[in-house]
Each structure stands twice: as C-alpha cells, then as structure tokens.
Nanobody
C-alpha cells in the first residue's frame, strides 16, 4: 500500500520560511518523479514544484521561482520543499504526489496546511 505523508506545515509570518517533507512508503521511491501541489480555499489545485527521479531535473511554477526549492533524498524516500520569503498568497494545503516518467501523478498525500500571516 502506497503512502505519502507530509509534514512541516504551520503558521508563519510573511517573509518567513518553512520546510515541508513528504515521506513515501510502499513504492520504489527512486523510480518516481515527485511533485508538490497546493490548493487554497475556493481555488483549483495548482502545481508548485516537481523533481525527476534522479533529482537532476527541477520544475517550478512561476509564482514560486526563486523562493521555493524542491529536493529529494532517495535513501530516505523523502522529498522536501524549502519555502522562503513566504507571502500571504502562499497560504494553502500543500500535498505531495508521486508520478511516472511522464509526470502523470498516480499517488497523493493528504496534505499539510501552510498559513502565512501578513
């Protein structure tokens, strides 16, 4: 049974930082691309960042480029999202997902709440 469990969310002031983690189990982690998505109240889920199975290819939404960094540790089956210079508009539930070679995301975590106060 595949499980993706996010952690690290919380309440932070604008300009602050948070580091999210997503621990995977039940799959061969190094075979999967990983992504972070977010959904704010009343809005559609949106892509935030993605990373290839090796970590060699990184992808970011324009809204987070230069502020967020995605990384992975295949030995720990964990993907991270370092979020700096947070803005109130970054407030959302952040979820991780595991995808195939074509970045079709097959497995999803439950999400962790990030709230940025102004």
């Amino acid at each position: 049974q595949v499980q993706l469990v996010e952690s690290g969310g919380g309440l932070v002031q604008a300009g602050g930082s948070l580091r999210l983690a997503c621990a995977a189990s039940g799959l061969t982690f190094s075979n999967y691309a990983m992504g972070w998505f977010r959904q704010a109240p009343g809005k559609e889920r949106e892509f935030v960042a993605g990373i290839s199975w090796s970590g060699g290819n990184l992808y970011y939404a324009d809204s987070v480029k230069g502020r967020f960094t995605i990384s992975r540790d295949n030995a720990k089956s964990t993907v991270y999202l370092q979020m700096n210079s947070l803005k109130p508009e970054d407030t959302a539930v952040y979820s991780c997902a595991a995808g195939n070679i074509d970045y079709v995301y097959e497995y999803w975590g439950q999400g962790t709440q990030v709230t940025v106060s102004s």
